[in-house]
């Protein structure tokens, strides 16, 4: 029995050695979906920018994180704009709304997603939702992620699934940032902005470091089991 354990263990030991394939699982990073408030979003709003929690069609739940201003909440019609000013002197607007710090793990496959509705003018940079990514709670360096600009953040009246890839930021903390600028102060006469659970979530596999780690741990419990 004994000697039947020890080859068992040995061949554990030596399959990680080998780099024994294992099977990969994603975790859950982080999520909010605003549901607790803003569980750590920072808002930076600026002179004039509408970022704030809103009853106005969430997603999930009663809340998300809108961009609007004159809407009805809670309710499950879309309504509201994003001009301010004033009637005679409207004015350009922006903020940007920062999630709390990710530490994400060592992986190869680490995704970020939301779900938005992205309801603006759509003219090339006027009116343009960016999702950024930055190790500072800061736009300063950030890194673009997608944006309506460049269309790999879809407009529509309905909420859409996005996600993107952060992988370049294996192991360290990072900081999302969701800004949105009108650019001028023309045709904001739109529903603005929703948006509700952003995830992050990783691939992650045992290192064969551990496995031996733990193959070792049951060598040292079977030979203390014996001397007993
Ligand atoms: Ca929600
Ligand atoms: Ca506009």
Redo the contacts with the bound molecule.
């Keep these: 029995m004994r000697r039947v354990i020890r080859t068992a263990l040995l061949s554990l030991l030596a399959a990680a050695a080998c780099h024994a394939p294992t099977s990969a699982a994603a975790a859950t990073i982080y999520f909010n979906?605003?549901?607790s408030g803003l569980d750590g979003f920072v808002l930076d709003n600026g002179t004039n920018g509408l970022w704030h929690l809103t009853g106005n069609v969430?997603?999930?739940?009663?809340?998300?994180?809108g961009y609007v201003t004159g809407e009805t909440s809670p309710s499950a019609i879309l309504n509201g704009n994003f001009m301010t000013g004033g009637p005679g002197s409207p004015t350009a607007n922006a903020g940007t709304a920062y999630s709390p710090a990710v530490l994400l793990p060592s992986s190869s496959q680490i995704t970020v997603s939301f779900r938005s509705i992205v309801r603006t003018e759509h003219f090339d940079d006027y009116d343009n939702l960016r999702a950024m990514v930055n190790t500072a709670q800061t736009l300063a360096g950030a890194t673009l992620l997608g944006s309506t600009a460049t269309n790999t953040i879809i407009e529509g009246t309905t909420y859409n699934l996005h996600s993107f890839d952060l992988s370049a930021f294996s192991g360290q903390s990072i900081y999302l940032a969701f800004n949105f600028d009108t650019g001028d102060a023309i045709e904001n006469d739109y529903a603005g902005i929703r948006l509700?659970?952003v995830m992050v979530t990783a691939e992650t596999v045992p290192e064969p470091a551990s496995l031996l780690l733990i193959g070792a741990g049951l060598l040292v419990g079977v030979r203390r089991f014996r001397r007993s």
């Excluded at 969430?58 to 994180?65: N, Q, R, W």
């Design positions: 979906d605003f549901e969430p997603f999930s739940g009663a809340t998300t994180l509700d659970d």
